[in-house]
């Protein structure tokens, strides 16, 4: 029981161990908010992943694709494991904006939107489906033009400083997209994505539903219109249409409405690889994705599936004798890629295995015997099935290496903080030679006087921690609110741009585990600082403590 009363004592009346305390603390806060950013970020990248891979996907890393893929989707359709199966086709090809010099090198991906919505996350990125539920269609489609409800009474307009810019009549959209607008206004949707304009800012003043986003308006005052020829629709990443701005949100042009023409060339390439001769589509601008992580948001478009694998040449088609003309079959359709949904509590590390040599088992399946040349077969002998970890591995674990590089430089220098315990222990041994003598002089064993001086370098750690907890915790669930509070003093201190950054929010989740690690590390290297002077005092004899007193 002296044990611990004297442990506590000390701590309450050794001022000089409010300095371990407060190393102890700085340290832990500081180790704390290192693992959780970095543990933040890689949660992230794993969350983005899987939203746009689905659990499992099947691929063979070819430009031409694989065959068969029709068969193998029939053949799977009734797997208890497997919700939903959609094919994918990448390519890449040059996007221009018809009446605009800009010219991007983009990546160009086909898929099947309704399907792609029940295998992965993907709806959730798009910008006008939010706003506009049911708009969104990769099918040809003509360009929506906002007009004005002429038989309305006329609005007061304002600016961004909310002065009266005058009166006009209230703005309209074609009906399908206005019914559409008012159901996602009725449901609560906002759009804290883009600045108020003065359309939103003054609609919403009136309790009327804001326009968002870009629409190109009709050529003379009058009603909304659907104009221009009907064209494919094509899904373009945000950071291609738009400009994020510092604070995360984007600034959308208003020289790229939703509906204009924009061009895609491709080149297609051959089953042998060949590349054939270059095809440009024109496509109108139907939605935009955001998915958090700049690379793919800036380089990457989407458009049916059926369109893209007919321009890539990858469709079905008839195998010519390129001798004597005659017919030697059909040359089956081919994808890039097959993305799958799996059943909570599927094994998706045994389904991909079954998957691969599901799929492996075509080559010696008779229905395709006769269908299948050489370059089909090789495609098939590539075809892998893996789980959305392993496809993505080659970036989560340089950054799952990176985490744990940073986690384990800063715990190195956090063992300053037991250094520090260990000195100010060994201070505190030597100032109490008095009291250690009498406790042994009165029957107090080594390893009683020994445990004192543990139990304070672990009160030491247990203050130290749980307060560096506190402050790690708090600082990380603020992070941002801090970095923007930096900013607003002094711009130069701005450390997190989020027109830079792939990710638009410093991560700010702090896991209970991580703070249980922290929290006991730090206790253990607290008491383990303290090991050295407890020895000192254990073995210190009464008779040479009580010497000179």
Known sequence: MYKLFLAIRYLWKRRIAYFAIAAVMLCTAMVLIVMSVMGGFLDQLKVKARGLLGDVIVDNRSYTGFPLYEEFLADIANWPQIK????????????RFVGSPQTNTVRVVGLRLEDVYEVNAFKASLYYEQHYPGTTTLTPQAQPLAGFDMDAELIDWRDEHDQPMGRGPLPLLPSAYQQALEKSWAAGVVDDDSPETEWTRSL??????????????????????MAGDRQP????????????????????????PRGC???????????????????????????????????????????DFDLLQKLLHMDRAERVDSETGQSLGTIPPRCSQIQIKITNGTDAAALTRRLEQFYRDYLNDARFADKLTLSDIQALQYVEAMTWEQSQAHIIAPVEKERQLVSSLFGIISLVAAVLVLCILYMIVLQKTKDIGIVKSIGGSP???????????????????????VLGYYFVTHINEIQDFLTSVNPAWQVWDRSVYSFDQIPSTVRTLDAMVVVAVAIAASTLGALLAALRAGFMQPVEALRYE
């Open 233 to 256: 629709g094509l899904i373009i990443g945000r950071d291609i249409i738009a400009r994020r701005l510092p604070d995360g949100r984007y600034h959308r042009r208003w020289d790229y």
């Open 84 to 95: 939903k199966a959609t094919p994918v086709i990448y390519s890449y090809g040059l996007l």
């Open 447 to 469: 390893i009683g006087v020994a445990l004192i001086f543990l139990g304070y370098g672990a009160a030491i750690g247990i203050v130290g921690s749980a307060l560096g907890a």
């Open 204 to 225: 919403r003043a009136l309790k009327r539903p804001p326009i968002f986003g870009q629409y190109g308006l009709v050529e003379k005052p009058g009603p909304p219109e």
């Open 261 to 303: 023409l924009t061009t895609i060339t491709l080149v297609p390439a051959s089953e042998s690889g060949t590349i054939d001769t270059p095809v440009k589509q024109p496509f109108r601008y139907a939605d935009d994705s955001r998915t958090g992580i700049y690379e793919i948001d800036s380089q990457h478009v989407y458009c």
